[in-house]
Nanobody, 119 residues
Framework: QVQLVESGGGFMQPGGSLRLSCAASGSIFRFNAMGWYRQAPGKQRELVAA???????NYADSVKGRFTISRDNAKNTVYLQMNSLKPEDTAVYYCNARIATMERNYDYWGQGTQVTVSS
């Protein structure tokens, strides 16, 4: 069973920074991908940033140059550093871990953490 525990959300003014953390139960090396998604009210959940197992990263165009995903393998934790925050970054942010098999993908989700950007 995979458990993902997020922390670090909150309220921030535009232009500010926040860092999200996602701690996994057990080694993160077992995941084919791990990263962050977000869902704003009335919108679909979307990818923000993610690692693949080989270390490659993928970012949504809307956050490139502002957000950085990183990981601490020893702590089984993935981080999302969010700089230059904008009101449109307001959403619930979810940590995701994926295990891919030949039959299907298994997606695991954290409980979500609210990020609100407003003046």
């Amino acid at each position: 069973q995979v458990q993902l525990v997020e922390s670090g959300g909150g309220f921030m003014q535009p232009g500010g920074s926040l860092r999200l953390s996602c701690a996994a139960s057990g080694s993160i090396f077992r995941f084919n991908a791990m990263g962050w998604y977000r869902q704003a009210p009335g919108k679909q959940r979307e990818l923000v940033a993610a690692y693949s197992r080989d270390g490659a990263t993928n970012y949504a165009d809307s956050v490139k140059g502002r957000f950085t995903i990183s990981r601490d393998n020893a702590k089984n934790t993935v981080y999302l550093q969010m700089n230059s925050l904008k009101p449109e970054d307001t959403a619930v942010y979810y940590c995701n871990a994926r295990i891919a098999t030949m039959e299907r993908n298994y997606d695991y989700w954290g409980q979500g953490t609210q990020v609100t950007v407003s003046s």
